[in-house]
């Protein structure tokens, strides 16, 4: 079975930093593209960034120069390395993936959400 595990969530004051990371379990052949989406309370789930296989980023422009989404050399963690943090950055974040399993299968598979709060 193929799972994403999340961690490094917590309570920030604002202007302070936190590392996310999302590490993927199972058979696995490769991994298409590696994200994380957060979901305030009362809001819609939202994509904050995104990784390809390729390399090519994109980030939400609320996060954009504040945010960092990179993939560890052993390929199979995603981190999020959230900077000069905001109250309006409090939300679960969610780690979101797209891989090809050992047989051959497409899967997009979601974290279990991680909490983030930015407070004093």
């Known amino acids: 079975q193929v799972q994403l595990v999340e961690s490094g969530g917590g309570l920030v004051q604002p202007g302070g930093s936190l590392r996310l990371s999302c590490a993927v379990s199972?058979?696995?052949?490769?991994?298409?593209?590696m994200g994380w989406y957060r979901q305030a309370p009362g809001k819609e789930r939202e994509l904050v960034a995104r990784l390809t296989r390729g390399g090519t980023t994109k980030y939400a422009d609320s996060v954009k120069d504040r945010f960092i989404i990179s993939r560890d050399s052993g390929g199979n963690t995603v981190h999020l390395q959230m900077n000069n943090l905001k109250p309006e950055d409090t939300a679960v974040y969610y780690c979101n993936e797209g891989v090809r399993t050992i047989a051959f299968a497409y899967l997009e598979i979601w974290g279990q959400g991680t909490l983030v709060t930015v407070s004093s």
């Open positions: 199972g058979s696995i052949r490769e991994i298409n593209f």
